[in-house]
């Protein structure tokens, strides 16, 4: 599985934007990019994916590099709620059987 | 319905016990997922079911069992555990894995049954 490397850890001001960077140097052609996160004491929840073109939706931006070796997950304004541990996942187009792998994560920390 | 329903919540269990966690979703999808995550841990994959064939174990001990009895059913069936393997396990469902963009499908999680082994 293609390896992702995302900081341990960032803090963010409330009502200001966030980016999270992810590195996936070793990504392949047809490898989606999908970013989770994890609440605290909740289950992972979906935010948003990608392959090649950048994507919003109600939660999140994700900004693919042209290259497609990185990825940043822009949350706009950040609120409290935000607060969680963010994950970068890179998933195989065919899926290779089903595998959703995560790694190290970003914790992300707001403050008020 | 899109939510993963995942019971009990919390499960207390002595090394000799056997019990189950269930996991249920009704939002047609034929996927479904056990993860195991410790504390401030990334969840790390157990198992996947697709179209309630096993698909994945990743190599996971045989005293931990899944089972998945229909589309939209999955257990976990627990005997003669250990006192590490105590955590948070998660289930997962999604959109069937055959296709060529099943690569793009999403994950719905639960919220997790915590187990704690005596």
């Known amino acids: 599985d293609a390896k992702t490397t995302q900081p341990n850890s960032m803090e963010s001001n409330e009502e200001e934007p966030v980016h999270l960077p992810c590195n996936h140097s070793?990504?392949?052609?047809?490898?989606?990019i999908h970013w989770y996160r994890q609440l605290p004491s909740q289950g992972p929840e979906y935010v948003i994916h990608?392959?090649?073109s950048n994507v919003n939706n109600r939660m999140a931006s994700l900004a693919i590099a042209e290259d497609r070796k990185s990825s940043t997950l822009i949350l706009h304004r950040a609120t409290l709620r935000d607060a969680a541990v963010y994950y970068c996942?890179?998933?195989?187009?065919?899926?290779?059987?089903?595998?959703?792998?995560f790694g190290q994560g970003t914790e992300l920390s707001v403050k008020p | 319905d899109t939510e993963v329903t995942q019971t009990p919540k919390h499960l207390v269990m002595g090394m000799t016990n056997k019990k189950s966690l269930k996991c249920e979703q009704h939002?047609?999808?034929?996927?479904m997922y056990w993860y195991k995550q410790k504390a401030k841990k990334p969840p790390e994959l157990m198992f996947v079911?697709?179209?309630?064939?096993?698909?994945i174990n990743e190599s996971v001990p045989s005293r931990f069992s899944p089972e998945c009895p229909n589309s939209s059913l999955l257990n976990l069936h627990l005997h003669a555990l250990q006192p590490e393997d105590s955590a948070l396990y998660l289930c997962?469902?999604?959109?069937?894995?055959?296709?060529?963009?099943?690569?793009?499908?999403?994950?719905?999680f639960g919220a997790g049954s915590r187990l704690t082994v005596l």
């Open positions: 997962a469902s999604s959109r069937g894995l055959a296709g060529l963009s099943s690569g793009a499908n999403v994950l719905t």
């Open positions: 996942i890179l998933r195989a187009f065919y899926n290779q059987g089903g595998k959703l792998i």
């Open positions: 939002m047609g999808h034929r996927a």
């Open positions: 990608g392959l090649t």
């Open positions: 070793t990504i392949s052609g047809t490898d989606y």
């Open positions: 079911y697709s179209y309630e064939k096993l698909s």
